[in-house]
C-alpha cells in the first residue's frame, strides 16, 4: 500500500508539474502577446503625438493666414467703404455743381433781361429798373459767392 500510495502522489505531482508547466507556459505566451500590444501602444502614442504635432502646426500656420485674411479683409473694407464715400461726394459734388451751373444761367438770364429792361427804359419807372438791378446783382454775387466757396472748400 505504501507503494500505491507513493504513485498517487507521483501521479499528484507529476500532474501538478504538468498543470504549472502549462500555466507557466500559457503565462508566458500572455505577457509576450502583452508586450506586444503594449510595443504596438507605444508606436501609436508615438505616431499620434507626431500626428499632433504636425497639426498644431498647420493650426498655427492657418491661424496666421487668417490673421492675414482679416487685415486684408480690413483693408479691403476700408478701400470699399473709402471708394463708396467718394463716389457718393462725386455724385454729390456734380448735383451741386449741376444746381449751380443753373444758378450761372439764371443769373446770365436775368441779366440779359435787365439789360433789355435798360434798353427799354421808357417803359419802367427808375425806381423799378434800379429795384431789378439789385436784385440782379445781389442773386448774381451770391451765385458767385457759393462758387467762391465751393473753391475755398476744395482746396
Keep these: 500500500m505504501k507503494r500505491s500510495r507513493a504513485r498517487v502522489w507521483v501521479a499528484i505531482l507529476l500532474v501538478l508539474a504538468v498543470a504549472l508547466a502549462a500555466l507557466a507556459a500559457y503565462l508566458w505566451v500572455v505577457n509576450a502577446q502583452w508586450q506586444e500590444q503594449n510595443d504596438q501602444l507605444r508606436t501609436d502614442v508615438a505616431d499620434l503625438g507626431a500626428q499632433v504635432t504636425e497639426t498644431d502646426a498647420q493650426v498655427l500656420a492657418l491661424e496666421s493666414d ?13 478701400t470699399v ?9 462725386a ?3 456734380a448735383a451741386f455743381l449741376s444746381e449751380l451751373a443753373e444758378s450761372f444761367r439764371e443769373c ?3 441779366q440779359a433781361n435787365h439789360i433789355s429792361h435798360l434798353q427799354n427804359a421808357s417803359r419802367y419807372t427808375a425806381s423799378s429798373l434800379a429795384a431789378e438791378g439789385r436784385d440782379v446783382e445781389q442773386f448774381c454775387d451770391g451765385v458767385a ?11
Design 66 to 78: 487668417l490673421a492675414d485674411a482679416q487685415v486684408n479683409l480690413d483693408g479691403a473694407t476700408g
Design 91 to 93: 455724385k454729390d459734388e
Design 108 to 110: 446770365s438770364e436775368a
Design 145 to 155: 459767392t457759393t462758387y467762391d466757396d465751393f473753391l475755398t472748400d476744395r482746396g
Design 81 to 89: 467703404t473709402d471708394l463708396a464715400d467718394a463716389s457718393a461726394n
